[in-house]
C-alpha cells in the first residue's frame, strides 16, 4: 500500500512533516450500538488499522484507539469517541500523530463537517490515512475527496429517508415503529413482523397507576409516581423527578391501544398491539391534565401553625413570602416574612394574625353575587346534558367498534374452515383470538347502565356550597386539604402588602371567572320560570 498524502498545509510528507517520530491512533466507527455489540464491524476495522500502522512502521500510541458507535453526519464533537481523540492530542501537544480510519465514510457523512474537521487536525499537525483512500493535495485530487464526501452526506440522507417511509408506513398500518415503550417490549412476530407486547410485572403496575390517578386514588402525580417507585417501576430517583415522564404517559394514546405520530402526519388510529387501559381511563386523564394542576404547588412541610405558607408572595417583589416564629417573652410569636435581599420589605416582619385575619375576611368577600345565584342550575343542568350526550354517541360509536370486529370475525371463521393447510388455519384462528380480545376490551354495557343522575346531584350540591360560600367549607378542611382547595378558589398566589393587605382587586378567582361567564353566556340561557333579581333597598 503507498504511503497517504495528506491535503493542506499538512499536505506534503516531507522534512517537517512526515511520518518520522510520529505515533498511530486509530479511530473506527459503525451507526449503532447494536452493531457495536452484536457485529464486527468495529474489530475488523481496528484489525485493519493496526496491520497498516505496521506497514509504514508507525507504533500504536498507548491507549490510541477509539471506538463509536455514532449514527448519521452532523457536528463531529457530539461523537464521543472523536471528541476523546482530539482531546488526547491536546493533553500531548509535544507529540505529532498520525490518524488513521478505514473508509471516508467512517471520517464524517457531512461535507461541511468533513472540511471542519480536517481543518481540527489540521491545526493540531496530526496526519491522516485512510485505507480506502490516498488524500491528494491536487486539485483534481481535492475535488475529488469533496465529491466523496458529498457522496457519502447523499448515502446517509437517502438511509435516512427510506427509513423514515418504512417507519411511517408501519406506522399507518397501527404499528409502532420505534424503541420500546415503558412496560412494553418488541416481540419478533411471524404475523406481524414485530409487535409491542406488554412486559410484565410492569405493565401490571403501570395499569394500576394510570387507573389509580384517573378514578382519583392518585390525588397528584407525583402520588402516582411515588406508587411506581416503590413497586419498582421506577429506579433510582426520587418520584418528583419523573413527574414529567408520568405526563408524557398519561397524554400517550400508545396504552389504550393506540398508534398516533403527528410528527409525520400519522393521526391516531387503532393499533395491533394490546393497549393496557380502556379508552374510559385515558379520557379520565386527559380531563384530569387539562385542570389546573393544583399539586405541583402544595408544599410538604405546611403546618397547622402557618396554614398560608407556601400561599402568599410579597406584593413589593412578588417573589414568595416565608413563616416562622421568633422568642419573645412571655410566648413565642409567630410571623411571616420575605427573604429577598433585593426587596425593601427584605427581613421585615409581618404578624401572622394580620396576616390571616385579612385572608378570612378576603375570603369571604369571595362567594358568589346573588343576582348570579338563579343561573347556576340552568349552567350546570346544560353541561350535564353535554356530557351525556358524549356517554351517548361514545357507546353508538363502540357499538359500531364491535359490529366491524363481529364481520371480520365471521369473515375469518369462513376461510378457517375453507383453508386446506393447518397453517394457514392456526394464523385465522389467532387472528380471531385477537379480535376477540380487542372486542372484550370495548365495554358497552357500563355506561348505560350507570346511574348519572347520582353523580351530578352530588356535584352539582357540592359545587354550589362551595360557590355560595368558601369560607365555609374552608373552616372544615384540614391544612392540606385548604391549600388544595386554595387553589380551586384562586388561580394563583395572593400577593400580601403589609399596609393594604390583599388586594382583592387585583385577585384572579374561579368565582370571579365563573360569573364573567355566566353573565357573558347569559343571552344564551333560557330563563322561563326564573323570578328576576330583587332590587336593592
Keep these: 500500500m503507498s504511503k497517504a498524502r495528506p491535503i493542506g498545509s499538512f499536505g506534503k510528507i516531507g522534512k517537517d512533516n512526515s511520518y518520522d517520530d510520529r505515533e498511530g491512533l486509530i479511530y473506527g466507527r459503525v451507526s449503532s450500538k447494536r452493531q457495536e455489540k452484536e457485529g464486527s464491524g468495529l474489530k475488523s476495522q481496528v484489525g485493519r488499522c493496526i496491520a497498516d500502522l505496521k506497514t509504514i512502521g508507525i507504533p500504536l500510541a498507548e491507549d490510541g484507539v477509539f471506538r463509536d458507535s455514532f449514527t448519521g453526519g452532523g457536528d463531529f464533537m457530539k461523537r464521543p469517541a472523536m471528541r476523546e481523540l482530539l482531546e488526547y492530542i491536546d493533553k500531548k501537544p509535544h507529540k505529532r500523530f498520525v490518524v488513521v480510519f478505514d473508509d471516508l465514510k467512517r471520517f464524517a457523512r457531512d461535507v461541511e463537517f468533513h472540511l471542519k474537521l480536517r481543518t481540527a487536525f489540521e491545526s493540531r499537525n496530526v496526519l491522516l490515512r485512510c485505507l480506502n483512500y490516498n488524500f491528494d493535495e491536487s486539485p483534481e485530487g481535492r475535488f475529488a475527496e469533496l465529491v466523496m464526501a458529498g457522496q457519502a452526506e447523499l448515502e446517509r440522507k437517502q438511509n435516512g429517508r427510506q427509513v423514515v417511509q418504512k417507519q411511517r408506513s408501519r406506522l399507518e398500518l397501527g404499528y409502532w415503529?420505534?424503541?420500546?415503550?415503558?412496560g412494553y417490549k418488541m416481540t419478533p412476530d411471524p404475523i406481524h413482523g414485530t409487535i409491542s407486547?406488554?412486559?410484565e410485572p410492569d405493565a401490571s403496575?403501570?395499569?394500576e397507576a394510570l387507573e389509580g390517578y384517573a378514578k382519583g386514588l392518585f390525588v397528584r402525580k407525583v402520588d402516582a409516581c411515588r406508587?411506581?417507585?416503590?413497586?419498582?417501576f421506577w429506579k433510582n430517583q426520587s418520584p418528583e423527578k419523573y413527574i414529567d415522564k408520568f405526563t408524557e404517559i398519561l397524554k400517550d394514546p400508545f396504552y389504550p391501544g393506540f398508534i398516533e405520530y403527528l410528527a409525520w402526519e400519522v393521526e391516531r388510529r387503532p393499533g395491533k398491539h394490546k393497549g393496557i387501559i380502556s379508552v374510559d381511563i385515558f379520557e379520565l386523564n386527559q380531563k384530569r391534565i387539562k385542570k389546573e394542576d393544583t399539586g405541583k404547588r402544595i408544599r410538604v412541610d405546611i403546618s397547622q401553625d402557618f396554614p398560608l405558607r407556601g400561599l402568599l408572595n410579597c406584593d413589593y417583589c412578588d417573589k414568595h413570602l416565608t413563616a416562622g416564629n421568633s422568642k419573645g417573652r412571655p410566648k413565642n410569636y409567630g410571623y411571616y416574612i420575605c427573604h429577598n435581599k433585593e426587596c425593601c420589605m427584605y427581613g421585615k416582619s409581618l404578624n401572622k394574625k394580620d396576616v390571616e385575619t385579612r385572608f378570612v375576611k378576603c375570603l369571604k368577600k369571595h362567594k358568589l353575587k346573588s343576582e348570579v345565584d338563579p343561573l347556576i342550575n340552568i349552567i350546570f343542568e346544560r353541561a350535564w346534558n353535554e356530557e351525556i350526550k358524549y356517554y351517548e354517541t361514545n357507546i353508538e360509536q363502540r357499538k359500531k367498534e364491535v359490529s366491524v370486529i363481529d364481520e371480520k370475525i365471521r369473515q375469518l371463521s369462513e376461510r378457517a374452515v375453507n383453508a386446506k393447510s393447518e397453517a394457514l388455519v392456526e394464523v385465522y384462528e389467532k387472528q380471531i383470538e385477537e379480535l376477540l380480545e380487542q372486542k372484550s376490551q370495548i365495554d358497552t354495557q357500563g355506561f348505560a347502565s350507570a346511574d348519572l343522575d347520582i353523580p351530578y346531584r352530588t356535584a352539582l350540591d357540592k359545587a354550589t356550597t362551595l360557590l355560595k360560600s368558601p369560607y365555609?367549607?374552608?373552616?372544615?378542611l384540614d391544612v392540606f386539604e385548604q391549600h388544595k382547595l386554595f387553589f380551586f378558589i384562586?388561580?394563583?398566589?395572593?400577593?400580601?402588602?403589609?399596609?393594604?393587605g390583599y388586594r382583592t382587586d387585583k385577585i384572579p378567582s374561579a368565582i370571579r371567572l365563573f360569573e364573567e361567564f355566566v353573565t357573558t353566556n347569559s343571552q344564551d340561557v333560557e330563563m322561563a320560570g326564573i323570578e328576576p333579581a330583587c332590587t336593592k333597598q
Design 177 to 182: 415503529a420505534f424503541g420500546s415503550k415503558r
Design 197 to 199: 407486547i406488554p412486559l
Design 205 to 207: 403496575i403501570l395499569k
Design 227 to 232: 406508587f411506581l417507585v416503590e413497586k419498582g
Design 472 to 476: 365555609k367549607i374552608w373552616t372544615k
Design 490 to 500: 384562586f388561580d394563583e398566589k395572593l400577593p400580601y402588602n403589609k399596609m393594604e
